[in-house]
């Protein structure tokens, strides 16, 4: 299947054409002309997906289900088409595309097998007592309920798993909620054949036609006006702090606060303890330097900094994990505004005092190579801009002079998606101690791995305290993820002809 795109947005089942277009800037390839979104788009959007929800939020669930499976049957009937513009747009490798699509049609499908078994409903139910003393009980039931429309937001680094049908809007519409996408400028092309796929299973399954919209970016008033929305009842992102945060306070300033579900990134510390450094430390060495540089460091998980006791056995590990570095070629980075920040953010991390240049680089115009440094812990303890993430292939190690200082080290850090504790068993007793600090810190606790794989399932926890997330309770990945777009509901004495279906079940 070919594809050229014709750059309209994708409201309540009409490709719509806005009045001013702007000219993406793939990585390589044709460009294309996409209409720019307004707020007056964004408001059609929503009073669709708003009149959508009375009749999809109510829909049996298997009938969610088959539409969620069609979903991902018409973007594998897309798929060469998927992998080509999103290729272009990203400059990621096809193969890193083809698995990405893969995960977005796997999570969808296991969307459609979590609602089919119904767990995710909580359902509750305390029978009446009506001969209790000195009150009756009445008779009370409880599920989750989905809350409305829902606003997602693409990502940078994902166009597919977290972007147009990724992990938020196959929740989202898992749980009953029509979704309003705002498409990411870094890839509108791939973006848009994606909504052709669930334009295409709407049609297929009957479905509403305001259960989904898609409106392109090109003007930051898009996103405030989508998170502003009087109908829109939460919001999903995938992106920067400071892009995240602004969006997250302007949810809090509306007449109606919303909970935005914000997942904003983390540096994904690791801790290196001494008995696996000395058992292992230059295959570690090697591996960090593997993990750090996958995927040009675009990753959220991407683990940025590596904590060590020093030694020869550390410095072992450091060097290692620097020669391995140091044999990397450039990678195209997602847009040429990601590769300039992420050239300015090295040069101040080399910049700060104390800190050790162990591989410097040059960046070309959208191309990163990796960098490599070195900070005793007492200057990382007193330089909060040391623990800040810069997104890309950047490592910085931080050298502690005993167990206790480590242990300093892994109080001092912000919230975080991931940390790892890298071990062997003569290593026990520090992890015990430090696990207490690391599960405050984090959403996910590694041993013995690197944390830039993120399964799709029941367990995963795809988040953490703030700033790795704004809410620490959620998930952005995984089946726990639903939640986030539900809510209980008690019904008490209602007669099983007024219960929904699933309740007079229980």
């Known amino acids: 299947m070919t594809f050229t795109p014709h750059g309209k947005h994708l409201i309540a089942g009409e490709w719509i054409a806005g009045e001013t277009t702007f000219r993406s800037e793939p990585a390589h390839g044709p460009?294309?002309?996409?209409?720019?979104?307004?707020?007056?788009?964004?408001?059609?959007?929503?009073?669709?997906?708003?009149?959508?929800?009375?009749?999809?939020?109510?829909?049996?669930?298997e009938d969610r289900a088959v539409f969620l499976e069609t979903i991902a049957g018409e973007i594998e009937a897309r798929a060469e088409a998927i992998t080509t513009i999103g290729s272009q747009e990203s400059g990621l490798p096809e193969a890193r595309l083809q698995g990405e699509r893969g995960r977005t049609t796997d999570q969808l499908r296991l969307f459609a097998s979590h609602i089919r078994a119904g767990d995710y409903?909580?359902?509750?139910?305390?029978?009446?007592?009506?001969?209790?003393?000195?009150?009756?009980?009445?008779?009370?039931?409880m599920m989750q309920r989905p809350i409305g429309p829902i606003a997602v937001f693409g990502a940078s680094n994902f166009p597919l798993a977290f972007s147009t049908a990724g992990g938020d809007t196959a929740a989202a519409l898992a749980a009953g909620c029509p979704v309003v996408v705002k498409g990411h400028g870094a890839h509108p092309g791939t973006a848009e054949i994606v909504a052709e796929a669930i334009h295409a299973a709407i049609a297929k399954c009957?479905?509403?036609?305001?259960?989904?919209?898609?409106?392109?970016?090109?003007?930051r008033s898009v996103g405030q006006a989508l998170v502003q929305h009087p109908l829109i009842k939460a919001v999903g992102f995938?992106?920067?702090?400071?892009?995240?945060?602004?969006?997250?306070?302007?949810?809090?300033?509306r007449p109606e606060p919303i909970p935005f579900f914000g997942e904003l990134g983390s540096v994904n510390p690791m801790f290196m303890l001494p008995e696996a450094v000395a058992a292992r430390g230059k295959d570690l060495g090697r591996s960090w330097a593997a993990s750090l540089s996958m995927g040009a460091g675009q990753f959220c998980t991407n683990p940025g900094i590596a904590v060590v006791i020093g030694g020869?056995?550390?410095?072992?590990?450091?060097?290692?994990?620097?020669?391995?570095?140091?044999?990397?070629?450039?990678?195209?980075?997602?847009?040429?505004?990601?590769?300039?920040?992420?050239?300015?953010?090295?040069?101040?991390?080399?910049?700060?005092?104390?800190?050790?240049?162990?591989?410097?680089?040059?960046?070309?115009?959208?191309?990163?190579?990796?960098?490599?440094?070195?900070?005793?812990?007492?200057?990382?303890?007193?330089?909060?801009?040391?623990?800040?993430?810069?997104?890309?292939?950047?490592?910085?190690?931080?050298?502690?002079?005993?167990?206790?200082e480590?242990?300093?080290?892994?109080?001092?850090?912000?919230?975080?998606?991931?940390?790892?504790?890298?071990?062997?068993?003569?290593?026990?007793?520090?992890?015990?101690?430090?696990?207490?600090?690391?599960?405050?810190?984090?959403?996910?606790?590694?041993?013995?791995?690197?944390?830039?794989?993120?399964?799709?399932?029941?367990?995963?926890?795809?988040?953490?305290?703030?700033?790795?997330?704004?809410?620490?309770?959620?998930?952005?990945?995984?089946?726990?993820?639903?939640?986030?777009?539900?809510?209980?509901?008690?019904?008490?004495?209602?007669p099983d002809g007024v219960l929904p279906d699933d309740l007079v079940q229980l």
């Open 31 to 61: 460009a294309y002309d996409f209409s720019v979104g307004t707020p007056d788009l964004v408001n059609l959007a929503c009073e669709a997906a708003e009149e959508a929800f009375w009749s999809y939020g109510y829909t049996p669930r």
């Open 121 to 141: 409903l909580d359902r509750r139910h305390d029978p009446a007592l009506p001969d209790r003393q000195p009150l009756p009980r009445p008779d009370l039931r």
């Open 206 to 219: 009957a479905m509403p036609k305001g259960v989904f919209s898609l409106v392109q970016g090109g003007d």
């Open 238 to 253: 995938t992106g920067s702090l400071a892009g995240g945060r602004a969006l997250f306070d302007l949810c809090a300033q």
């Open 312 to 404: 020869t056995d550390a410095d072992a590990f450091v060097e290692a994990a620097r020669a391995a570095l140091s044999e990397q070629g450039p990678q195209v980075m997602l847009t040429d505004g990601i590769a300039e920040a992420y050239s300015a953010g090295a040069k101040a991390i080399g910049a700060q005092s104390g800190v050790q240049d162990l591989l410097t680089s040059m960046c070309d115009r959208r191309e990163a190579r990796p960098f490599l440094f070195k900070v005793a812990a007492p200057d990382w303890l007193g330089n909060h801009a040391l623990s800040e993430e810069v997104f890309g292939p950047l490592g910085l190690v931080v050298v502690a002079k005993d167990a206790a």
């Open 406 to 494: 480590m242990g300093r080290v892994a109080r001092s850090f912000d919230g975080q998606l991931t940390a790892t504790l890298h071990m062997e068993a003569g290593d026990t007793d520090l992890a015990r101690r430090l696990l207490p600090v690391l599960e405050r810190k984090a959403g996910r606790v590694l041993a013995n791995g690197f944390p830039t794989g993120v399964e799709v399932c029941d367990s995963m926890v795809h988040g953490g305290p703030y700033p790795a997330s704004t809410n620490f309770g959620a998930t952005s990945v995984g089946t726990l993820s639903i939640r986030r777009f539900l809510r209980p509901v008690c019904y008490q004495n209602l």
